[in-house]
C-alpha cells in the first residue's frame, strides 16, 4: 500500500502534473523490440529453463552478448533490464503457476505469482491486481514473453510499448481502500497549494472566511485546547466534511447517466470520501453525545451548505474542488494541532487521558488501531484520511474531461504492482550473490 501511496504523492506533489514514472508507464503502442544489458559470462548458446519444453514454453537465448527473452517459434528481443539470473527465476514462478501448462499468464495465475512475495504484498493488494488484470484482459492472458517484456520495461521506468492492459474500464467498479496506515503514512506533512487564478482565490478567500466563522462557532482557540472543545469542533466539522464527496458524485453518477458514458473512476473515489467522513462522525459521537441545540445547528448548516454546495458544484466542479483542498488543509492543520494537545499534555491532564484511552471499537476496527488503539491513534489515523482527501480535491481540480482517476488508474496501480514483484525478484538475486561471494 505504502508503495501505491508514493506514487500518488508523486502525483500530487505540485497539484498539477503527474509523476512521468507512472503516468507514462503503461500507454498503447504497437509491440516493439525489448531489450536488456549484455554481461560478460554470456555464453554463446541457447539454454533452456525447462528440461522438456512445450511448443509454448520460454526460453531463453544468447545473441551477439545480449540476454534475449522470447516464446518459442518466435523472434528473440533483447532485453534492457532483467539479466539472465532474473529472467530464470521469473520463468521459473511462471512455470509453476503456470496450471493449464499454456505458457501464458492469465489473472488467477498472477495472482499466486504475487502470492509468492506475500511479505511485499497485502491480500488486499493481490486481489486488486488480480480483477484488474482480469478486466484489462478482458478475462484473457498474457504469454510468459510478453509479461516478461513488461517487466523488463517496468524495471527500467521506459514508457511501455506493449501495455499489460488493453484498457481502463475497472476503474468504473474497482476501488479499494485499506484505511490502516503504516507509521510512516502517519507522519503527515502540512502542505498548501498557492491559488493559481481567479478561482483559486475566490476558493481560499472563502475557506479562510468559513474557518474564523466556525472557529466561533465552536469556541475554538489556538491555546488552552480542552476535550470538550476538541469534541465540539471534530463532530460539528465531521457532519458537514461528509457533504462535499457524495455531492459529488451524486453529480457524477446523474452526468454519467445523461451522457451515456464512463465517469473515469472518481465518482467511486468520492463515495468513499463521503462515507469516510461519515466513519469520522461514527467515532466522535461514541466518546460524546452531542445535546439537541447542537444537533439543530448540524441540521440547519447541512441544508444549508449542502444546498449551496450541489448549486456550486453543479456550475463549477473545479472551484468545489479546489474549495475543498483548502477546507482540508484547513483540517490537517486542526488535527495536528489536536495531535500535539495531546502528546504535549502533562501527566494528569484530561488531554493526557487520550494517550492511554482506548478508542471506540468502531475506530478500532475500521482503521484496524489494534487491541490497545488509543484516541491519540485514532487522531493519526483521521488526519492521515483528511490528508488524502486534500490531496485528492486539489488534484480533480487540474483533471481534464475524459481523464481516468489517477488514484484509481488501473495501468498505473498494477504497474506499480509489477514494480514491487520484479524488485523483489532482483533484491533476491543480488542477496544470492552476496552470499555466494561471501
Given at each position: 500500500?505504502?508503495?501505491?501511496?508514493?506514487?500518488?504523492?508523486?502525483?500530487?506533489?505540485?497539484?498539477?502534473?503527474?509523476?512521468?514514472?507512472?503516468?507514462?508507464?503503461?500507454?498503447?503502442?504497437?509491440r516493439g523490440a525489448l531489450s536488456t544489458n549484455a554481461t560478460s559470462q554470456?555464453?554463446?548458446?541457447?539454454?533452456?529453463?525447462?528440461?522438456?519444453?512445450?511448443?509454448?514454453?520460454?526460453?531463453?537465448?544468447?545473441?551477439?552478448?545480449?540476454?534475449?527473452?522470447?516464446?518459442?517459434?518466435?523472434?528473440?528481443?533483447?532485453?534492457?533490464?532483467?539479466?539472465?539470473?532474473?529472467?530464470?527465476?521469473?520463468?521459473?514462478?511462471?512455470?509453476?503457476?503456470?496450471?493449464?501448462?499454456?505458457?501464458?499468464?492469465?489473472?488467477?495465475?498472477l495472482s499466486e505469482l504475487l502470492k509468492k512475495h506475500h511479505s511485499e504484498?497485502?491480500?488486499?493488494?493481490?486481489?486488486?491486481?488480480?480483477?484488474?488484470?482480469?478486466?484489462?484482459?478482458?478475462?484473457?492472458?498474457?504469454?510468459?514473453?510478453?509479461?516478461?517484456?513488461?517487466?523488463?520495461?517496468?524495471?527500467?521506468?521506459?514508457?511501455?510499448?506493449?501495455?499489460?492492459?488493453?484498457?481502463?474500464?475497472?476503474?468504473?467498479?474497482?476501488?479499494?481502500?485499506?484505511?490502516?496506515?503504516?507509521?510512516?503514512?502517519?507522519?503527515?506533512?502540512?502542505?498548501?497549494?498557492?491559488?493559481?487564478?481567479?478561482?483559486?482565490?475566490?476558493?481560499?478567500?472563502?475557506?479562510?472566511?468559513?474557518?474564523?466563522?466556525?472557529?466561533?462557532?465552536?469556541?475554538?482557540?489556538?491555546?488552552?485546547?480542552?476535550?470538550?472543545?476538541?469534541?465540539?469542533?471534530?463532530?460539528?466539522?465531521?457532519?458537514?466534511?461528509?457533504?462535499?464527496?457524495?455531492?459529488?458524485?451524486?453529480?457524477?453518477?446523474?452526468?454519467?447517466?445523461?451522457?451515456?458514458?464512463?465517469?473515469?473512476?472518481?465518482?467511486?473515489?468520492?463515495?468513499?470520501?463521503?462515507?469516510?467522513?461519515?466513519?469520522?462522525?461514527?467515532?466522535?459521537?461514541?466518546?460524546?453525545?452531542?445535546?439537541?441545540?447542537?444537533?439543530?445547528?448540524?441540521?440547519?448548516?447541512?441544508?444549508?451548505?449542502?444546498?449551496?454546495?450541489?448549486?456550486?458544484?453543479?456550475?463549477?466542479?473545479?472551484?468545489?474542488?479546489?474549495?475543498?483542498?483548502?477546507?482540508?488543509?484547513?483540517?490537517?492543520?486542526?488535527?495536528?494541532?489536536?495531535?500535539?494537545?495531546?502528546?504535549?499534555?502533562?501527566?494528569?491532564?484530561?488531554?493526557?487521558?487520550?494517550?492511554?484511552?482506548?478508542?471506540?471499537?468502531?475506530?478500532?476496527?475500521?482503521?484496524?488501531?489494534?487491541?490497545?488503539?488509543?484516541?491519540?491513534?485514532?487522531?493519526?489515523?483521521?488526519?492521515?484520511?483528511?490528508?488524502?482527501?486534500?490531496?485528492?480535491?486539489?488534484?480533480?481540480?487540474?483533471?481534464?474531461?475524459?481523464?481516468?482517476?489517477?488514484?484509481?488508474?488501473?495501468?498505473?496501480?498494477?504497474?506499480?504492482?509489477?514494480?514491487?514483484?520484479?524488485?523483489?525478484?532482483?533484491?533476491?538475486?543480488?542477496?544470492?550473490?552476496?552470499?555466494?561471494?561471501?
Amino acid at each position: 500500500m505504502f508503495a501505491a501511496k508514493e506514487a500518488l504523492q508523486a502525483f500530487t506533489k505540485n497539484a498539477r502534473t503527474a509523476s512521468p514514472m507512472y503516468r507514462a508507464a503503461l500507454r498503447p503502442a504497437a509491440r516493439g523490440a525489448l531489450s536488456t544489458n549484455a554481461t560478460s559470462q554470456v555464453p554463446s548458446s541457447v539454454v533452456n529453463w525447462n528440461s522438456e519444453p512445450c511448443p509454448n514454453t520460454f526460453s531463453t537465448q544468447f545473441v551477439r552478448g545480449f540476454a534475449t527473452a522470447a516464446p518459442m517459434g518466435t523472434v528473440s528481443r533483447p532485453l534492457e533490464k532483467l539479466d539472465m539470473a532474473t529472467v530464470g527465476k521469473i520463468q521459473a514462478e511462471l512455470g509453476q503457476v503456470d496450471t493449464n501448462e499454456d505458457g501464458r499468464l492469465d489473472a488467477d495465475e498472477l495472482s499466486e505469482l504475487l502470492k509468492k512475495h506475500h511479505s511485499e504484498f497485502t491480500n488486499e493488494e493481490i486481489m486488486e491486481a488480480r480483477d484488474m488484470f482480469y478486466a484489462g484482459r478482458a478475462g484473457g492472458s498474457i504469454s510468459f514473453a510478453d509479461f516478461i517484456e513488461v517487466l523488463d520495461k517496468i524495471a527500467a521506468e521506459n514508457k511501455l510499448d506493449h501495455p499489460i492492459l488493453n484498457g481502463s474500464c475497472s476503474a468504473e467498479y474497482i476501488y479499494r481502500k485499506n484505511h490502516h496506515y503504516t507509521n510512516e503514512e502517519l507522519q503527515i506533512e502540512l502542505t498548501h497549494v498557492p491559488p493559481q487564478n481567479m478561482r483559486d482565490k475566490l476558493a481560499y478567500n472563502a475557506v479562510k472566511a468559513v474557518r474564523g466563522g466556525f472557529d466561533m462557532a465552536t469556541g475554538w482557540q489556538s491555546k488552552g485546547i480542552t476535550k470538550d472543545m476538541v469534541m465540539q469542533r471534530v463532530i460539528f466539522l465531521e457532519t458537514i466534511a461528509a457533504v462535499p464527496g457524495f455531492v459529488a458524485a451524486i453529480v457524477r453518477h446523474f452526468k454519467s447517466l445523461r451522457r451515456m458514458e464512463r465517469d473515469g473512476g472518481l465518482l467511486q473515489l468520492f463515495l468513499e470520501e463521503a462515507n469516510n467522513e461519515r466513519m469520522h462522525l461514527l467515532s466522535f459521537i461514541k466518546m460524546k453525545n452531542p445535546g439537541k441545540l447542537f444537533r439543530g445547528a448540524v441540521i440547519v448548516s447541512q441544508f444549508g451548505f449542502g444546498t449551496a454546495f450541489l448549486t456550486s458544484y453543479a456550475i463549477s466542479p473545479k472551484f468545489c474542488h479546489r474549495f475543498v483542498g483548502y477546507v482540508e488543509e484547513e483540517a490537517c492543520s486542526t488535527y495536528t494541532k489536536i495531535i500535539d494537545a495531546i502528546e504535549k499534555a502533562p501527566e494528569g491532564s484530561e488531554l493526557a487521558e487520550w494517550r492511554t484511552e482506548k478508542a471506540p471499537s468502531i475506530a478500532v476496527g475500521y482503521w484496524e488501531l489494534g487491541e490497545h488503539g488509543t484516541v491519540l491513534d485514532l487522531m493519526y489515523a483521521v488526519r492521515a484520511d483528511e490528508a488524502e482527501h486534500r490531496d485528492v480535491n486539489h488534484v480533480a481540480t487540474e483533471l481534464k474531461l475524459g481523464q481516468t482517476n489517477p488514484y484509481n488508474d488501473p495501468e498505473m496501480k498494477l504497474s506499480i504492482a509489477l514494480r514491487k514483484y520484479v524488485q523483489d525478484v532482483m533484491s533476491r538475486d543480488d542477496d544470492t550473490k552476496v552470499t555466494a561471494t561471501a
